[in-house]
């Protein structure tokens, strides 16, 4: 069974500039969701769906964070502008339903110079 | 709002031995409780669920324990290994929402 796939793995970019990253979750899991890990603590969620709705995205800085699961399936996560402190990797992970077992991706590391 | 925190932040111990890392949550409200593995660089890697009607649960050389009422897990991990260096993460879970401690750096030592 194939897991969590995210692209890119490394991004590094200058503040201010724009950035996405791109979650294909496993086949048949209708839950996703988006975590931000900054170095040295656990991943903090950003955004829940479940298929193309958004269940909870309250911890998500939305002056400058948007995501999208337009057809359920894959997820678009992007920033715009960056700041500093948005260095961090970003982790995707899907579920089969809520409250069920999450798998992870490899995550995404962002650098912002 | 949940809470969840992992002591001790570090731990080192020589090969073989059998060790226990704690995690403790502030709301018993949870539905399940989430082990991972997080190897430097990489993703996470989930070891156990322990879902709310459990106690515990065992993989392996592993296993979890879970008591709702005093807001507590524990992973304990028997005969250790240099390939159980790693960071090792709970989570509490709760209508789908996952909070996560910050985690125990495990090293074992050959």
């Known amino acids: 069974e194939a897991g969590v796939a995210q692209s890119p793995r490394y991004k590094i970019i200058e503040k201010r500039q724009s950035v996405a990253f791109w979650c294909n979750p496993i086949?048949?899991?209708?839950?996703l969701y988006w975590y931000q890990q900054i170095l040295g603590q656990g991943p903090k969620l950003l955004i829940q769906f479940q298929n193309n709705g958004v269940v909870d995205d309250s911890q998500l800085p939305k002056d400058r964070f948007s995501a999208e699961r337009l057809k359920g399936v894959d997820s678009t996560l992007k920033i715009q502008p960056a700041k500093l402190e948005d260095s961090a990797v970003y982790l995707c992970?899907?579920?089969?339903?809520?409250?069920?077992?999450?798998?992870f991706g490899q995550g995404t590391r962002l650098t912002v110079v | 709002k949940q809470e969840v925190t992992q002591i001790p932040a570090a731990l080192s111990v020589p090969e073989g031995e059998n060790l226990v890392l704690n995690c403790s949550f502030t709301d018993s409200a949870i539905y399940n409780l989430q082990w991972f593995r997080q190897d430097p660089g990489k993703g996470l890697t989930s070891l156990l669920l322990i879902q709310s009607s459990q106690r515990e649960q065992t993989s392996g050389r592993l296993n979890a324990s879970l008591d709702k009422s005093s807001g507590r897990s524990t992973l304990y991990i028997a005969a250790s290994q240099p390939g159980d260096s790693a960071t090792y993460l709970c989570a509490g879970i709760n209508a789908g929402k996952s909070t996560f401690g910050d985690g125990t750096t495990l090293t074992v030592k050959p």
């Open positions: 992970a899907s579920s089969p339903s809520v409250d069920s077992e999450a798998f």
């Open positions: 086949s048949g899991h209708a839950t």
